[in-house]
């Protein structure tokens, strides 16, 4: 699928390319539901970020015995030598260099609404999370699968595997407006192809691109402020104080005593528990920054999806190739 080139459509100095990389939406259907069939039966929205290139060939991320990745490796410990602390529960902190052309690195983000902002709407921010960050993909695998449980109220639960929604190419960048600098997170579907239906594409606004300028909270700041707390849900009170990200001091440092930073780096994202807000900016990518996102044009063929190539059946692939609920 390729790393989401761009190509500038007019003069455009003061736009600065810092990532770019894969985008991969998914979302899962309501508790005890087999299938979705309209947003009311969603429960999730997921979105996986895979950065390929950028400024540099390295990304700084958390250390890999900190939060649900150290947690994966505890476990693994466990099973071999008998010791396993538990540290599934705690955000991301510390510090690692990735070489993300030797090796994959994947965000795994929830989204505190079931759907994107629509972009091409003015609207209350949206927030999300970093739920995982890891460099194997068979923990993101683990994360889409289905799951049964009990509860003590409501007995046996069970939730479906989540349902692959889009594919396609994604930058973040740095826009000086003259006035002020701010991050964009932009991104191009290549599937599902034009042509094919979109349903739960529109119904997500998971649109074919979109532009949000992307905002990075404070972990240091309290989350019960009103502004952030009405940020996309009356009910959202950010994470607990455990699971927040604890960024190393040079990237803290960047906040001062602000409550929200440009995702400048992206490392930032390279921490479970990093929460951020997505602000929608535009639904016409080269309209807004000059620039045209090119991906490898036209596909429908299954073997071109760099999604079903990374992760298999584990989620199913309808709603991506025909857009179509299931």
């Known amino acids: 699928m390729g790393q989401g080139k761009e190509v500038k459509t007019r003069d455009e100095p003061n736009v600065h390319t810092q990532e770019r990389g894969e985008i991969y939406f998914f979302y899962r259907p309501k508790v005890d539901k087999e299938e979705a069939h309209s ?45 396993r602390p538990d540290k599934e529960g705690e955000g991301g902190h510390g510090s690692q260099e990735v070489n993300i052309k030797k090796e994959p690195l994947l965000r795994f983000i929830v989204m505190g609404k079931k759907s994107l ?21 068979e923990d993101i695998k683990d994360a889409l699968k289905g799951v049964e449980y009990d509860t003590a109220t409501k007995g046996h639960r069970h939730t479906s595997p989540a349902r692959a929604l889009g594919e396609g190419v994604y930058q973040i960048l740095k826009h000086n407006t003259g006035r002020k600098t701010h991050t964009h997170l932009i991104y191009k579907l290549e599937f599902p192809p034009e042509g094919e239906q979109n349903e739960p594409q529109e119904s997500l606004n998971v649109e074919r691109e979109a532009s949000f300028i992307i905002q990075i909270k404070n972990p240091d700041q309290h989350a019960g402020s009103s502004q952030f707390r009405h940020a996309g849900s009356s009910q959202f009170r950010g994470l607990k104080s ?77 709603p991506l190739l025909k857009g179509t609920w299931v």
């Not at 009311?40 to 991320?61: A, H, M, N």
């Not at 960024?247 to 906040?255: K, M, S």
């Open 242 to 318: 455990k699971r927040k990200a604890v960024f190393p001091a040079h990237l803290q440092g960047q906040f001062g005593q602000l409550r929200y930073s440009e995702a400048d780096p992206p490392d930032f994202l390279n921490y479970e528990g990093c929460e951020f807000l997505l602000v929608a900016a535009s639904d016409d990518i080269e309209e807004e920054l000059g620039l045209e996102l090119k991906t490898e044009g036209e596909l429908s063929d299954a073997s071109c999806s760099d999604l079903l190539r990374t992760f298999g059946e584990t989620a199913s692939a309808s």
């Open 39 to 83: 947003a009311d039966d969603v429960q999730k929205l997921y979105i996986v970020l895979r950065p390929e290139s950028g400024d540099r060939c390295t990304e700084e991320k958390q250390a890999p015995d900190s939060g649900k990745e150290g947690a994966k490796r505890a476990k693994h410990d466990h099973d071999v030598k008998g010791s």
């Open 117 to 137: 902002p629509d972009p091409g709407k003015k609207s209350r921010p949206y927030w999300g999370f970093v739920e995982m960050l890891t460099t194997r993909i």
